[in-house]
């Protein structure tokens, strides 16, 4: 266990110190470490490193960062003093500049539309996914909105498979759909995959939409109050 | 004699840090028992006590504060897992880490001018939306103090993730993802504990928030400040 720690600190101390190497060589202002996490992002996304040599290690290591910092710290009881005669002036200036900071960045991403567009609703519904190498599975959803599906699957998919969705049900009649796979998790003996549309027409992302908003008025919607809050509904597709 | 102060300094912070985190985990992790305030408080305290000045506990700094190059590599990690969402909503996400990241480092530094902060000051305060690793290389570049830094992007963490919640809801965004963005720009570390209280989505983000605010103030700081005065 501690063997495979070190070995996993190891990989990251190689990737911290090409980065420290890079800003020296090229005397940049860009701090070694950021360079390094840009490159260890870089080769991951590659396929170089993978997630499992290094989990354990990053792990702990995001867990106690705050430990690393404590004999920095500690050089305040060099400098208390210029912390006490303007302590109200660096509070002030704390505050300010985070509800400005808070303020901008929240408006931008919602403006500029991030996130979930679409009301879920959960609720089980018969649905068939046929993989370009899968044969068709007939499993149900756990949730469904105008943007995508969560189903429950006993088979786990990767992140990122491309899919052919058939739901049917009475009162949607049937839809199509093709979707790509962008959540998984291990929920019990089963496994819940996030289903985002990416293509599918106009009529029947209305009738989906149509639909979670008619049950998500009187079936259970997610509950979780965060969630909740956060759909928009688009009015004109009330009835 | 060196070889027992550095062992005796390692020793000494290992247990304050240990002390200090069975303190936070048995108060319900409470935003107010933070560990690196109790850890350094705690230090301090010892320090004072026994009558040894920090150059004898900063032997250890080197040893520490070596391990903070593989901490900050390890937030690709957070980056890596999220690139799906990521990449599906670069523009909102890019654009609104930017304009996180320039309003506060410009409001910081009008708020000093106007407020009469010591240029040290200025620049120890400007890069405290980073997460302490990050912030604290920054602040080398642009003429800050290493410890008040990292002091004030944890008290700026403290400040963020206490009222930034409520503030966003106030401000009616709602969506998971600009919460998160928001929560990881402004307050760090921190920002994904009370994102990961929120949701999953909330903590995500704010991850991938976290790494993303530290590159991009990196990029940024060291042009804009020199030109702020």
């Given at each position: 266990?501690?063997?495979k720690?070190?070995?996993q600190?190891?990989?990251?101390c190689?990737?911290s110190?090409?980065?420290t190497q890079?800003t020296e060589?090229?005397?940049?202002s860009i701090?070694g470490?950021?360079?390094?996490m840009v490159?260890?992002?870089?080769?991951?996304?590659?396929?170089?490193i993978?997630l499992?040599?290094?989990e354990?290690?990053?792990n702990v290591?995001?867990k106690?960062?705050?430990?690393?910092?404590?004999p920095?710290v500690v050089?305040?009881m060099n400098s208390?003093?210029l912390?006490?005669?303007?302590?109200?002036?660096?509070?002030?200036?704390?505050?300010?500049s985070v509800v400005?900071a808070l303020?901008?960045?929240?408006i931008a991403?919602?403006?500029l539309?991030?996130?979930r567009?679409?009301?879920?609703?959960?609720i089980?519904?018969a649905?068939?996914?046929?993989?370009?190498d899968?044969s068709?599975i007939n499993?149900?959803?756990?949730?469904i909105?105008?943007g995508g599906?969560?189903?429950?699957?006993?088979?786990?998919l990767?992140?990122?498979?491309?899919?052919n969705?058939?739901?049917s049900n009475?009162?949607l009649?049937i839809i199509?759909?093709?979707?790509?796979?962008v959540r998984?998790?291990?929920?019990d003996q089963?496994?819940?995959?996030?289903i985002?549309?990416t293509?599918i027409?106009?009529?029947?992302?209305?009738?989906?939409?149509?639909?979670?908003?008619?049950m998500g008025e009187?079936?259970?919607?997610n509950?979780?109050?965060a969630?909740?809050r956060s759909?928009?509904?688009?009015l004109?597709?009330?009835? | 004699?060196?070889?027992?102060?550095?062992?005796a300094s390692?020793?000494?912070?290992?247990?304050?840090y240990?002390?200090?985190?069975f303190?936070?985990?048995?108060?319900n992790?409470?935003?107010?028992?933070?560990?690196l305030f109790?850890s350094?408080f705690?230090v301090?305290?010892?320090l004072?006590?026994?009558?040894?000045?920090y150059?004898?506990?900063?032997?250890?700094k080197d040893?520490?504060?070596?391990f903070?190059?593989?901490a900050?590599?390890?937030l690709?990690v957070p980056?890596f897992?999220n690139?799906?969402?990521?990449?599906k909503?670069?523009?909102?996400?890019?654009?609104?880490?930017?304009?996180?990241?320039l309003?506060?480092?410009?409001t910081?530094?009008?708020?000093?001018?106007?407020?009469?902060?010591?240029r040290?000051?200025?620049?120890?305060?400007a890069?405290?939306?980073?997460t302490?690793?990050?912030?604290?290389e920054?602040a080398k570049y642009?003429?800050?103090?290493q410890?008040l830094?990292?002091?004030?992007?944890?008290v700026t963490?403290?400040?963020?993730?206490?009222?930034?919640?409520t503030l966003l809801?106030?401000?009616?965004?709602?969506?998971?993802v600009?919460r998160?963005?928001?929560?990881g720009?402004?307050?760090a570390?921190?920002?994904?504990?009370?994102g990961?209280?929120?949701g999953?989505?909330?903590?995500?983000?704010?991850g991938?928030?976290?790494?993303?605010?530290?590159?991009v103030t990196a990029?940024?700081?060291?042009?804009?400040l020199?030109?702020?005065?």
């Amino acid at each position: 266990m501690y063997i495979k720690l070190l070995w996993q600190t190891g990989i990251l101390c190689v990737f911290s110190w090409v980065g420290t190497q890079i800003t020296e060589r090229l005397h940049t202002s860009i701090p070694g470490n950021v360079i390094g996490m840009v490159l260890l992002f870089v080769f991951m996304c590659l396929g170089v490193i993978k997630l499992q040599y290094i989990e354990d290690a990053v792990n702990v290591l995001l867990k106690h960062m705050l430990f690393f910092f404590i004999p920095i710290v500690v050089g305040l009881m060099n400098s208390g003093d210029l912390i006490y005669k303007s302590g109200l002036a660096l509070v002030a200036s704390i505050v300010v500049s985070v509800v400005v900071a808070l303020t901008l960045t929240g408006i931008a991403v919602q403006k500029l539309g991030a996130g979930r567009k679409y009301l879920r609703t959960e609720i089980q519904l018969a649905i068939q996914i046929i993989g370009t190498d899968l044969s068709p599975i007939n499993i149900l959803t756990e949730d469904i909105s105008g943007g995508g599906v969560k189903v429950i699957s006993k088979q786990l998919l990767e992140i990122g498979t491309q899919l052919n969705c058939t739901i049917s049900n009475s009162k949607l009649g049937i839809i199509k759909a093709n979707g790509e796979v962008v959540r998984t998790e291990k929920k019990d003996q089963d496994f819940r995959l996030g289903i985002n549309f990416t293509e599918i027409s106009k009529r029947d992302r209305n009738k989906l939409i149509d639909f979670t908003y008619r049950m998500g008025e009187h079936a259970a919607i997610n509950t979780s109050e965060a969630n909740a809050r956060s759909y928009s509904i688009p009015l004109e597709n009330t009835d | 004699m060196n070889t027992l102060l550095i062992v005796a300094s390692l020793g000494l912070t290992i247990g304050v840090y240990s002390l200090s985190r069975f303190i936070y985990l048995r108060g319900n992790k409470h935003p107010l028992l933070n560990v690196l305030f109790l850890s350094t408080f705690l230090v301090i305290v010892v320090l004072r006590v026994c009558h040894f000045t920090y150059d004898e506990y900063v032997s250890c700094k080197d040893i520490i504060s070596y391990f903070l190059g593989p901490a900050t590599v390890a937030l690709a990690v957070p980056l890596f897992k999220n690139r799906l969402v990521l990449k599906k909503y670069s523009i909102p996400i890019l654009v609104g880490i930017l304009f996180g990241s320039l309003s506060g480092m410009t409001t910081t530094v009008l708020m000093g001018n106007v407020t009469g902060l010591s240029r040290t000051m200025t620049m120890s305060l400007a890069p405290k939306f980073v997460t302490i690793p990050i912030a604290v290389e920054i602040a080398k570049y642009i003429g800050g103090d290493q410890a008040l830094v990292a002091v004030f992007v944890a008290v700026t963490g403290l400040i963020s993730s206490a009222f930034g919640p409520t503030l966003l809801t106030r401000l009616k965004v709602t969506d998971p993802v600009a919460r998160g963005i928001a929560l990881g720009t402004t307050a760090a570390g921190q920002g994904v504990a009370v994102g990961l209280q929120e949701g999953e989505m909330q903590g995500a983000m704010a991850g991938l928030a976290m790494a993303l605010a530290g590159v991009v103030t990196a990029l940024i700081a060291p042009m804009l400040l020199p030109l702020m005065r």
